[in-house]
């Protein structure tokens, strides 16, 4: 079964210090590895998909970067509209028909 | 581009009533819908899997007949919560993609369903 687990579960920071959310994955073949931002009481909102160990995506002040086993969400000298729950997904072979499986998310809080 | 819109945003309802909530996609063609359910402080689970044209595909534990889910078209797909009751409250998303494996869902703004 295809597992996701995200930590911290929330990140209080101060306006400019930088972090790093964690996603660790267990999947028999990864197709996709996403990452969303999700704000209060709305959908989640795309911000990268990785599809092999070593790649790297970046926008803005985030970079995502992956291994066979996580995935780390890097965030450069935050600011408060960064704050939101970031969600990682992963898509296996297993499951077909690009179905994601989500973390539970890590809650970001950025204050001035 | 990408854009996926639902509606309504919000929605009350007595218990026993139906409620339906549609999913469109604005500016591209979606073969695949999937439309998901989020309780408070936890995370989005996959209720079930829709394709243009054909049967939607409905995860374990959840009731076809309760939830139905038409795509009749690239663009739209509803879901219809039949007699609901109080503990069907919660936060429906769907998503849309334009391709099967590896292609990127874009999301809904969701749907708040309270049933008193």
């Known amino acids: 079964e295809d597992q996701v687990t995200q930590s911290p579960e929330a990140l209080r920071l101060q306006e400019g210090e930088s972090s790093s959310l964690n996603c660790s994955y267990t999947v028999s073949g990864l197709r996709g590895l996403f990452w969303y931002r999700q704000d209060p009481g709305k959908g989640p909102e795309f911000l990268f998909t990785?599809?092999?160990a070593g790649e790297e995506k970046e926008k803005e002040r985030l970079k995502a970067t992956l291994t066979k086993k996580e995935s780390f969400l890097h965030i450069t000298a935050p600011k408060p509209e960064d704050s939101a729950t970031y969600l990682c997904?992963?898509?296996?072979?297993?499951?077909?028909?690009?179905?994601?499986?989500f973390g539970t998310g890590t809650q970001l809080k950025v204050e001035l | 581009g990408a854009v996926v819109s639902q509606h309504p945003s919000w929605v009350i309802c007595k218990s026993g009533t139906s409620v339906k909530i549609e999913c469109r996609s604005l500016d591209f063609q979606a073969t695949t819908m999937f439309w998901y359910r989020q309780f408070p402080k936890q995370s989005l689970m996959l209720m079930a899997t829709s394709n243009e044209g054909s049967k939607a595909t409905y995860e374990q534990g959840v009731e076809k007949d309760k939830f139905l889910i038409n795509h009749a078209s690239l663009t739209l797909s509803t879901l219809t919560v039949t007699s609901a009751h109080p503990e069907d409250s919660s936060f429906y998303i769907c998503?849309?993609?334009?391709?099967?494996?590896?292609?990127?869902?874009?999301f809904g703004p969701g749907t708040r369903l309270l049933v008193l």
């Open positions: 998503s849309a993609s334009q391709r099967a494996a590896q292609e990127t869902q874009y």
């Open positions: 997904a992963i898509e296996g072979w297993r499951g077909g028909g690009n179905k994601l499986t």
């Open positions: 990785l599809y092999s």
